[in-house]
T-cell receptor, first 112, second 117 residues
């Protein structure tokens, strides 16, 4: 069935470190891929998305590239900040389905 | 406010009781979703409304769960005979669906944390 597997946390980094959070998916057809972020005390919000193979989504210095051949959508940021501390969720929207399928989330803590 | 509003933010109840959770979506958003998030897990889909009708309720775990959206705006998730396993954060999200398929950009509320003792 459809599923998302993402890197388990928690992840703790120092400020300005490089971040990668891995995400792979299993889905029928050609899904749209998303990263959502949940900051402390706030609701989930869309961080970035990509709708077709080789598309790169980017926002707030974060990037992720839709890799169809490896069914992956890894999240990267070159230099993290303390304010990036949050829980990050990989998700996809497949075919005629109207609901997102989410991964289990990765807790990121960035230390000053 | 301009965002998705959920009430109550916290609800503690006893096993066997009935609870209602309310969601007020962003004005003008035609699509409304309910998700459930257990500790350490990602959100799991429960039900999706397009306007007043439940377009997809395949995620509701059993017949104790029911949701309505009578006027196409506010929605209420209703849980009968609550069980300890129902304890979770219930998330509501809305989006503007163009009718040609949702873009996947959902706007989430902060959730209602339900604890069943």
């Amino acid at each position: 069935g459809n599923s998302v597997t993402q890197m388990e946390g928690p992840v703790t980094l120092s400020e300005e470190a490089f971040l990668t959070i891995n995400c792979t998916y299993t889905a029928t057809g050609y899904p749209s891929l998303f990263w959502y972020v949940q900051y402390p005390g706030e609701g989930l919000q869309l961080l970035l998305k990509a709708t077709k193979a080789d598309d790169k989504g980017s926002n707030k210095g974060f990037e992720a590239t839709y890799r169809k051949e490896t069914t992956s959508f890894h999240l990267e940021k070159g230099s993290v900040q303390v304010s990036d501390s949050a829980v990050y969720f990989c998700a996809f929207l497949s075919g005629s389905a109207r609901q997102l399928t989410f991964g289990s989330g990765t807790q990121l803590t960035v230390l000053p | 406010g301009a965002g998705v509003s959920q009430t109550p933010s916290n609800k503690v109840t006893e096993k066997g009781k009935y609870v209602e959770l309310r969601c007020d979506p962003i004005s003008g958003h035609t699509a409304l979703y309910w998700y459930r998030q257990s500790l350490g897990q990602g959100p799991e889909f429960l039900i999706y409304f397009q306007g007043t009708g439940a377009a997809d309720d395949s995620g509701l775990p059993n017949d104790r769960f029911f949701a309505v959206r009578p006027e196409g705006s506010v929605s209420t998730l209703k849980i009968q005979r609550t069980e300890r396993g129902d304890s979770a954060v219930y998330l509501c999200a809305s989006s503007f669906s163009s009718g040609r398929g949702d873009t996947g950009e959902l706007f989430f509320g902060e959730g209602s944390r339900l604890t069943v003792l």
